[in-house]
């Protein structure tokens, strides 16, 4: 048996970095940057109005108000994506649209609601300082500012920031394709009806879809039974399609907790066997030419959990990004816990993130196999050998388990 911190080094240790792979930035939603990105100009690349009206000296301003209005001849016209024709000078105006370059000449915009025009002619009924209304050259990030950083999530704003710039497409790591073996004679696909003694397949379920949450690319394989030669085979079948395997169930000390045994036949090296923790303790990790296989409990809220102890901190790995990992936050109990073990716990809570973090410990009792214990959680807390938690006692815990 070895500790969780131990069991997540065999893991790391044994984990290798995806290669990139070049991407158009449509394709690019929720992948991960492999490179640096910095801005090829500064941006905006010209001077520009950030309103539509009239560009001008502010010197011809002073004293302007409705009372007592400057006047200008308009000598040109101007709009976004063209260039004046025309340069300001003293007692003169060109007409500017929103985005548009601000003429050689002017150092300020008048506002259109501030003016009156009368053929070429343009009544100003206020006073501006020099580069009033005046969006300057490189003010958003100069030629060459960072923009982006190697390990970021490409979100909807990042896009646009790689758009801004004129990539069209970006380079990103490749995703985890990341193989399910869901063990078990117990095990039924959901969509049927429910056999006497059989039990529905959500650990199947629950690890593809938290996958895909997590920015990997899970594969179902077949249901494997309690038959050592058929998992083998499900593991031999899958080796060579996936970057890591996960399985659930079989890995206990039952008659047919065959797994482990069937991992040894079909090449791999274990690493560990059993973790020191609740729930979830009988799992063990082990590798085959550099390709890790992490086998789960077969109790629900078990096998989550230690995916989220253990397989989480592989994929934060294996793609660069931290953002993925989870992270330690401090918070106030608002709920006891007050059973006491021998192991480390993990539980699952709800947290609320308002003032200050409040943790909510909604099921006191938490088995391994109740699903329900899941739906209101979005955090895991440790509860420390020999110990309980008190109500509004600090804690730390490991922040949202959802995205």
């Given at each position: 048996m070895v500790s969780l911190e131990e069991a997540q080094k065999y893991l790391l240790d044994n984990s290798r970095?995806?290669?990139?792979?070049?991407?158009n930035i449509c394709d690019s939603h929720k992948r991960v940057l492999?490179?640096?990105?910095?801005?090829p100009f500064d941006n905006p690349p010209f001077n520009k109005s950030p309103?539509?009206?009239?560009?001008?000296?502010?010197?011809?301003?002073?004293n302007a108000s409705k009372e007592n209005?400057?006047?200008f001849k308009v000598i040109d016209k101007v709009y976004a994506g063209y260039v004046a024709k025309e340069k300001v000078t003293k007692n003169t105006a060109i007409r500017i649209m929103t985005g548009a370059p601000i003429p050689d000449g002017a150092n300020c915009v008048v506002r259109q609601e501030n003016t009156e025009i009368d053929g070429d002619v343009v009544k100003i009924f206020e006073s501006l300082k020099p580069y009033d209304n005046f969006c300057y050259k490189a003010e958003d990030f100069k030629a060459g500012t960072k923009i982006l950083e190697e390990g970021e999530i490409l979100d909807s704003s990042r896009v646009m920031s790689l758009a801004s710039l004129g990539f069209d497409k970006v380079k990103v790591y490749k995703k985890v394709r990341v193989g399910i073996i869901t063990t078990g004679d117990e095990i039924q696909t959901p969509g049927t009806?429910?056999?006497p003694g059989k039990i529905y397949n959500s650990n199947g379920y629950f690890l593809y879809t938290r996958l895909i949450e997590l920015g990997a690319d899970p594969v179902i394989?077949?249901?494997?039974?309690?038959?050592?030669?058929?998992?083998?085979?499900?593991?031999?079948?899958?080796?060579?399609?996936?970057?890591?395997?996960?399985?659930?169930?079989?890995?206990?000390?039952g008659e047919k907790d065959l797994v482990k045994e069937s991992a040894k036949n079909a090449g791999y090296e274990i690493l560990f066997w059993k973790v020191n923790i609740k729930p979830g303790s009988p799992m063990f990790g082990a590798v085959k030419d550099g390709k890790l296989l992490i086998g789960l409990s077969g109790t629900p809220v078990a096998a989550s959990t230690t995916f989220e102890l253990t397989v989480r901190p592989i994929l934060s790995k294996m793609i660069n990004c931290n953002e993925i990992n989870l992270k330690q936050i401090k918070a106030i109990a608002e709920d006891?816990?007050?059973?006491?073990?021998?192991?480390r716990r993990f539980l699952r809570v709800k947290i609320e993130q308002k003032q200050e973090n409040r943790v909510y410990i909604e099921h006191a009792y938490q088995s391994p196999g109740q699903v329900h214990t899941m739906l209101n959680s979005n955090a895991i807390l440790e509860v420390k050998p020999k110990?309980?938690?008190?109500k509004l006692s600090l804690i730390h815990i490991s922040e949202p388990t959802r995205p």
């Open positions: 970095k995806m290669d990139t792979e070049i991407i492999a490179e640096d990105i910095h801005a309103l539509d009206g009239y560009a001008v000296m502010a010197e011809d301003l002073e209005p400057a006047i009806a429910l056999k394989f077949n249901l494997a039974k309690d038959d050592s030669q058929g998992i083998q085979n499900a593991m031999e079948q899958a080796f060579d399609k996936c970057d890591i395997l996960v399985t659930t169930g079989g890995v206990s000390v006891e816990f007050t059973k006491v073990s021998g192991k110990t309980s938690i008190k």
